[in-house]
């Protein structure tokens, strides 16, 4: 996740974010001086009543960065503040404490996939839902969808 630092803010919002994360680093030690930089200069805030989507390829920091969020891993450096309180400052009791207020659930690729649907049934239904488009132009975005994700699989493979 290197990305550079920047801020989301949904358009006419002015109430106090409850979730602020600044500049959020992690890097990981790769053995011989190299590092792999998981997260690298995060920043957003969520405010109450709103959901923030991560959407990213495999590998590019999402777990990471929920584990900085809750505070189950140390950050390198960076911020991040729950309800106006600094959640990487703290230890011991008063971290505790915090982290009632926060979980996280861990993702279920079985659960988000319905079984009875092929791979390439379920990317398909993603297209053409709300535009027209051409039957055969699904079909070319499916398979490459399909390669893009694996060499060995196939439209036709089950999840
Ligand atoms: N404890 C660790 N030690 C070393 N490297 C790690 C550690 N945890 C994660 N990484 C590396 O950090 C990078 C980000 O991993 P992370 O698990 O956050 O990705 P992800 O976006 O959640 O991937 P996926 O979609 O597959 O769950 C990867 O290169 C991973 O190998
Ligand atoms: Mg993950």
């Given at each position: 996740m290197a990305e550079p630092a920047r801020r989301l803010e949904p358009a006419g919002s002015s109430a106090a974010p409850l979730v602020r994360v600044e500049n959020l680093v992690k890097h990981f030690g790769a053995g011989l001086g190299t590092s792999v930089k998981?997260?690298?200069?995060v920043s957003f805030d969520i405010r109450e009543g709103e959901t923030l989507g991560l959407v990213g390829e495999s590998g590019c920091g999402k777990s990471t960065l929920g584990r900085l969020i809750t505070q189950l891993i140390p950050a390198t450096s960076g911020s991040v503040s729950f309800d106006d309180v600094e959640l990487t400052k703290l230890r011991g009791e008063k971290l505790r404490q915090q982290r009632r207020q926060l979980q996280m659930i861990f993702q279920d690729p079985f659960g988000s996939?319905?079984?009875?649907?092929t791979v390439g049934d379920i990317i398909r239904s993603c297209s053409g839902s709300s535009v027209s488009i051409r039957t055969s132009t699904i079909a070319t975005r499916t398979s490459s969808a399909v390669a893009s994700a694996s060499a060995s699989a196939s439209p036709g493979r089950w999840p």
């Open positions: 998981a997260v690298d200069g996939l319905d079984p009875r649907m």
